[in-house]
């Protein structure tokens, strides 16, 4: 806990739109916790201090920096144990003679913000995480969850912005709109936050917000009021968006507590991905807004707006104590939102959800972390995910537990209590939550937490029976595994789960039987349930029993008719379809059960088992029983997880008799339509030529049917038509929700049938295509735009898997491509919602074009058109994912581009997902390099002799696979640079810097896989299979080559006087989280590129700033045969990336990556007096300085005797110098002296200060590979300069240093086998040489190293 508690906070923004400009003035009221206060440390990572008071009286404060390389890292990819982001970055010394209640005013601004605050679209708004670490970038504070204070909000904004009215909204309530004092084109907006609020909840928005409305309603008038704000005018979407807030609020303020906050609003921001819970405001993006006539939009909005609300109860009001608390306050949040749910859509949607989010989460609980564990950090993206999943459903499983072992009392009596002990302002944590459990229902839930909250994975069981005839009992058998069995994380380990299953029998006299099963921790459980019928065997073989139970299902049924409001005759008899009519069983090709196998219907004992049946366990239930019991549960139980069972059971269990049973379910409008859809899907399963295409079959009749108007003959003839004549699709109507989605359902499962030769059926083709080009919905009420886009991917789905198709064979096909073509000219003429049908479009012909060679599909104007800024956001996601996936990362202009769109601080979610398609796009083509080359191959052996190998082939193929495709981007400079700097660039957004971060360490700083990690149990040996490329890369990043430590000072050398950037607010402090200096420049304020200085608000007093001039010289190239780099556009200088020529768009809103070569001499020198700005530095290569001539392979001192003329090597001595190269590369401590020395990839940017004359052994094994040498001892020297250059950088003892050493007694060593020393005669390296390098070593100074260089070769 701090020293020192903030009662109170005023923040007054005043926000410049123009210039991305934001000037701030807070003032905090403290009340000390201790009797004397000396320091105030408070969270200020990316705001600018310009001054502080302290009651009154100018204060001092430091800010404190990230000092090495390690440290900087951590914090700009929020990486690692950072103990200074905990502890505060501004440090402020209080007066002398202050104490008591203290009033502390600081003075900042914040210039072009990318995370934390964020300008984009016209439009300001804040990033707010429940978690700390977003305010501080916007406002010093004090950024701990457990710190609360009331808050006064001012913001001074311009009256209007483009024409358009500027609106401001804030956590809190609004209390006034004021002209500003002293400009009448701005005004200032007031919110007071009156709740007590942690400084990590507060979140605003800012900007041309025309599209406001309230909404009404009980929930409103209970919240104080309820906004909604869109930009462009939308509030006719933002009122349909919205109309479900009101209710949520509503059900949560009756159910679980009153709402904490005096008003609620929602801010829709384009290009938002996912959202923003602060207090009492939810920020969402504008993908989520929909008009009135969508559906699909309308469900997923709700979903989303009803856990965005729940938030503002679990996330912005009641937070988690630690970070291990924090999948509590997930859960809380998402089993309130499931409630919410089933009071909106009822209980089978909820149901359905809930055994779907089951399902993804033991699918994906392997090698996961537990919810809570000892030391746990702040959730990573994957984690956040994954927990989100999880921790509602551990949740309502508790709930259930609690629910049948206590006293009927569930988390709905928890979550008040817990609600209640937060109003005092303590947060929620798990042993606090597990004790108020037990105190309100009295069960004990510490072993249900052990497993499912304090350990990961999933129980597997696999169910079997037997029925005992003399004991008229049901046998049951469990066998238990987990999802973690053959895991391989440390913290991922197998367990065996303990609780309660119910298990429910229905008996043969039709009443189902509730029996609890007592699982235990053990691999096999055996369990005897007790027969309560009167033992005797189902009459199913006869044609009475099937009609009885057929029209059993349709009264059961019939229940759920008035509930639907379906009153449908033909629907109440779908049970009995094609069971009396024998034209319709004909034309349908009805089977019904007991036709083929009467035996095994008659010998039954009970209709069906369910295990289960109360849905208690997240588990995979491997559960198997005869096809027709499935059949009766789906036909006969109402529950939607029943028959999803079923459905689900059926597709695997091919017969005519199942195709029947899923064909009714489909056409019954009484079953859910969720239930439908399944059904529809697993009908594709069952069109096999076993079952004679019934599946087939019996979708085309189904589609023809219900969606597809009659023949010209007569609808009594319909059914007798053939599956394959062409119909022409109804007009839409839409008003039937469950209708729709059924009919997208059948629509979908006729595109996956596939025959014999993978080709889709021509039924299937017809219906499709049909429906696409005489789609009508003029008089249908509701949009089809998503209709038509989810026609798109059927018909490209319908051939992308054609043989005939990638032969280019001309058929149907054509047809498709002309309906594709045809809807995205039609939707670029009148747009559709978010231009949904674009985007399928181009998703379609990306993967046509990938299947389809011989003719050149793929239009790249189009996409380069599409990926252009004017795009709409989720257009430019679908264009760029296309070009990269048929450009690739090879051509070096390609990748320029691609790296110039992920660093593109404007692009928001562009950037962000080009970012994660160049991190997804280098694993692919690492596994398909991996595969081809077979380049790493791991061998464990096992320490007895005669034990076989086991190869482990995908780890082997993954990581060999990544050596040899970063060998392929080894080259690309563009790349590197643009990548490097985006890294270290906090204008970026911290969601694409951070997955640049990742990929920039991958393919540049990649880990020794030669060297296997230490384990405790058997040793294990890595055979590495490796080309002549990568013995040649550098395969470990160098940490320093200066001191071999990862804490290397991010301070240049400094000539003359050091700079004191603390003692002057002018001189713009280098703060945290900001990229280095650039090393190419054209202005001063360039030294710190996320800033520019306020000439305006300069104080008096203050020396000019001074001038930094920087040095730069090119590195030599590697070959004569190498031409120097081509200058690479700054993302400071507003000069758009060289594209590929003709094909790759320029990017005007993209700034390329800093002008900087592979390997660079930096120094800074501080000039005695400013002067204007100058241009950019001439860049010079560090291979020749100004006062040494560059050594060249050909120019040499003539010797005193003639020479012979140089011929080159022999045959045999380039045989003997080879070999001895590939012995140093095989050496484990040869890695640093592989390739040239990089100043930015390895962190020593004075490395060409002190060596004038840089060697590494690629480039002698380049120059040998060339023929440049003409004799052996110039190959020795070059050798011997690569050793000598080590000794000169590296201080004595320190790791590169002694690795330098040992590889060169190996050299000596091996030259000296290999009788390559008995040239020394003829060589032209003399004593004077041998001597210059050691006086060079005692020097260490560049220019007596070059003078003494010059000596040498003038004795020579």
């Not at 349930?529 to 189902?538: C, E, G, H, L, S």
């Not at 900001?1074 to 007093?1101: C, F, H, I, Q």
Request: aromatic fraction near 6%; hydrophobic fraction near 40%; glycine fraction near 6%.
């Amino acid at each position: 806990m701090s020293d020192f508690g903030v009662t109170h906070q005023l923040v007054t923004l005043d926000i410049d739109f123009e210039r991305q400009l934001v000037r701030g003035i807070t003032e905090l009221s403290i009340e000390p916790r201790v009797s004397s206060l000396g320091t105030i440390r408070l969270h200020c990572e990316r705001p600018v201090v310009r001054s502080v008071w302290v009651n009154g009286q100018t204060a001092e404060f430091r800010r404190q920096q990230v000092k090495t390389r390690r440290q900087l890292v951590h914090k700009l990819l929020r990486t690692g144990d950072d103990t200074l982001h905990d502890e505060g970055d501004l440090e402020i010394t209080v007066p002398q003679g202050q104490t008591g209640s203290l009033k502390v005013r600081i003075e900042y601004y914040v210039v072009r913000p990318q995370s934390g605050l964020v300008f984009r679209g016209g439009i300001v708004y804040t990033e707010t995480h429940v978690n700390p670490s977003s305010a501080r970038r916007w406002v010093p504070c004090l950024d701990d969850m457990g710190e609360r204070s009331t808050w006064d909000l001012f913001f001074v904004v311009p009256a209007s912005v483009g024409g358009e009215a500027v609106t401001a909204v804030a956590s809190g309530e609004l209390s006034s709109v004021v002209p500003h004092p002293h400009d009448v084109a701005r005004r200032v907006v007031r919110y007071i936050v009156s709740t007590a609020t942690a400084a990590c909840t507060l979140g605003f928005a800012a900007g041309p917000l025309t599209g406001a409305c309230a909404l009404g309603g009980a929930g409103a008038e209970a919240a104080g009021g309820v906004f909604a704000f869109a930009p462009g005018g939308r509030a006719a979407d933002a009122q349909a968006t919205c109309a479900v807030v009101p209710e949520a609020l509503e059900f949560y303020a009756r159910e679980f507590g009153a709402y904490p906050y005096a008003t609620y609003k929602v801010v829709f921001v384009e290009g938002l991905a996912g959202v923003v819970t602060c207090a009492a405001l939810t920020l969402v993006g504008t993908d989520v807004l929909h008009g009135s006539r969508e559906i699909e939009a309308a469900y997923e909005a709700r979903r989303v707006l009803g856990l965005a609300v729940a938030r503002q109860w679990f996330g912005a009001f009641v937070g988690a104590a630690a970070w291990g608390d924090q999948w509590l306050v997930a859960g809380l949040a998402g089993f309130m939102a499931a409630q919410f749910v089933r009071h909106h859509l009822g209980a089978n949607e909820q149901r359905y959800r809930l055994k779907r989010d089951m399902a993804r989460m033991c699918h994906a609980d392997v090698n996961q972390k537990p919810l809570s564990y000892p030391e746990q950090g702040p959730w990573e993206a994957g984690e956040a995910a994954f927990a989100e999943v999880k921790a509602p459903v551990v949740l309502y499983m508790l709930d259930r537990r609690m629910v049948k072992g206590g006293v009927s009392v569930g988390l709905q009596r928890v979550v008040p209590g817990v609600l209640v002990a937060a109003t005092g302002g303590a947060a929620v944590d798990t042993a606090g939550f597990l004790r108020t459990c037990r105190r309100v229902s009295g069960v004990d839930a510490s072993a249900f937490a052990a497993q499912w909250v304090f350990a990961s994975g999933c129980p597997v069981f696999h169910v079997g029976y037997a029925f005992n005839r003399k004991k008229l009992a049901v046998e049951i058998t469990l066998h238990q595994e987990s999802t973690n069995a053959r895991a391989t994380a440390p913290w991922a380990r197998a367990q065996l789960f303990a609780g309660q299953m119910t298990a429910r029998i229905r008996e043969a006299d039709g009443t189902p039987y509730e029996h609890v099963l007592d699982i235990r921790r053990e691999h096999v459980g055996r369990f005897e349930v007790q027969f309560n019928t009167k033992y005797k065997r189902i009459r199913r073989s006869t044609r009475r029993f099937h009609m009885r139970q057929m029209a059993a299902a349709a009264e059961e049924l019939n229940i759920n008719a008035e509930v639907l409001g379906l009153d449908d005759e033909d629907d109440s008899n779908i049970a009995l379809f094609g069971a009396e009519n024998a034209a319709e069983k004909r034309d349908w090709r009805v089977v019904e059960w007991g036709e083929d196998d009467e035996e095994s219907l008659a010998s039954a004992t009970f209709e069906w088992i369910r295990m289960d049946s109360d849905l208690e366990w997240a588990c995979v239930m491997h559960f198997e029983q005869p096809d027709f019991m499935w059949a009766a549960q789906l036909q006969k139980d109402r529950d939607v997880v029943a028959q999803l069972d079923a459905v689900d059971a059926l597709q695997h269990l091919p017969s005519a008799a199942a195709a029947t049973t899923l064909m009714r379910t489909v056409m019954d409008a009484r079953v859910f339509y969720r239930v439908r859809a399944d059904a529809a899907l697993a009908l594709a399963r069952l069109a096999t030529p076993e079952l004679a295409w019934i599946g087939l079959h019996h979708l085309a009749k189904i589609y023809k049917r219900r969606f597809c108007l009659p023949p010209r003959a007569g609808e009594d003839r319909a059914d007798a038509e053939d599956i394959s004549a062409p119909r022409l699709p109804r007009p839409n109507n839409f008003a039937n929700i469950g209708e729709y989605f059924t009919q997208l359902a059948v629509a979908a499962a006729l595109s996956n049938v596939r025959d014999r030769h993978g080709e889709a059926p021509l039924p299937a083709r017809r219906l499709l295509l049909a429906t696409a080009r005489y789609n009508d919905n003029s008089e249908n009420v509701f949009s089809d735009a998503r209709f038509l886009a989810a026609l798109v991917r059927m018909l490209a789905n319908c051939v992308v898997a054609s043989k005939q198709f990638a032969d280019r064979a001309v058929g149907a096909d054509d047809a498709v491509l002309f309906e594709i073509e045809r809807l995205r000219r039609a939707d670029a003429l009148v747009p559709s919602p978010h231009s949904v049908v674009t985007c399928a479009c181009l998703d379609a012909l990306t993967r046509l074009s990938v299947v389809q060679r011989t003719h050149a599909l793929f239009n790249p104007l189009l996409f380069c058109a599409m990926a252009d800024a004017q795009a709409g956001v989720a257009v430019r996601e679908h264009a760029v994912g296309a070009l990269m996936l048929h450009w690739g990362l090879g051509d070096a202009r390609a990748a320029r581009y691609f790296a110039a769109v992920a660093s593109d601080e404007r692009g928001g979610r562009v950037s962000e997902t080009a970012a994660r398609f160049v991190l997804a796009l280098t694993v692919v083509r690492a596994m398909a390099y991996g595969k081809q080359h077979s380049s790493l191959l791991f061998q464990e052996q096992q320490q007895k002799q005669g034990g076989a190998p086991e190869h482990i082939d995908t780890d082997a193929r993954l990581v060999g696979g990544l050596e040899s495709f970063i060998d392929s981007l080894g080259d690309s400079r563009e790349l590197q640079t643009i990548m490097a700097s985006a890294v270290h660039d906090s204008a970026l957004a911290a969601h694409a810097r951070r997955l640049l971060g990742l990929l920039h360490m991958l393919v540049y700083q990649v880990v020794d896989s030669s060297v296997p990690p230490p384990t405790a149990g058997q040793r294990k040996k890595l055979k590495i299979k490796m080309g002549a490329r990568s013995r040649n890369r550098n395969k470990l990043h160098v940490r320093n080559a200066s001191s071999g430590s990862d804490d290397t000072p991010l301070a240049l050398a400094v000539a003359d006087e050091p700079l004191d950037i603390d003692d002057s607010f002018a001189l713009l402090p280098q703060i945290a989280g900001t990229r280095p200096p650039a090393l190419v420049v054209e202005d001063e304020r360039m030294n710190s590129p996320a800033y520019e200085p306020l000439a305006e608000t300069k104080p008096e007093g203050v020396d000019p700033p001074v001038r930094v001039k920087l040095k730069l010289k090119l590195a030599k190239p590697r070959s004569p045969s190498v031409s120097t780099l081509p200058r690479i556009s700054s993302p400071l200088a507003h000069v758009p990336a060289e594209p590929p020529a003709g094909q790759v768009p320029r990017v005007s809103q993209v700034s390329g990556a800093a002008q900087i070569p592979s390997a660079t001499q930096v120094s800074l020198t501080a000039p005695k007096t400013p002067a204007v700005p100058v241009p950019g530095p001439e860049l010079k290569s560090p291979k020749a300085p100004s006062k040494a001539k560059p050594r060249t392979p050909k120019a040499k001192p003539a010797p005193a005797k003639p020479a012979p003329e140089a011929t080159g090597l022999t045959s045999d001595q380039r045989k003997a110098v080879h070999r001895v190269l590939r012995k140093l590369g095989r050496h484990p401590s040869a890695f640093p002296f592989m390739v040239p020395v990089d100043v930015v990839r390895d962190g020593c940017p004075t490395y060409y200060d002190i060596v004038q004359e840089p060697m590494d052994l690629g480039t002698i094994r380049q120059r040998l590979d060339a023929n440049a040498y003409a004799r052996v001892s110039d190959v020795e020297r070059d050798v011997r300069l690569v050793f000598s250059n080590c000794s000169l950088f590296n201080p004595p003892q320190t790791p590169v240093y002694n690795m330098g050493k040992d590889v060169e007694s190996v050299f000596i060593a091996e030259w000296d086998k290999c009788g390559l020393s008995r040239e020394l005669a003829d060589t032209h390296i003399g004593t004077g040489e041998v001597k210059q390098a050691g006086e060079v070593k005692q020097a260490g100074d560049a220019k007596k190293a070059s003078d003494t260089k010059n000596s040498g070769e003038a004795k020579a």
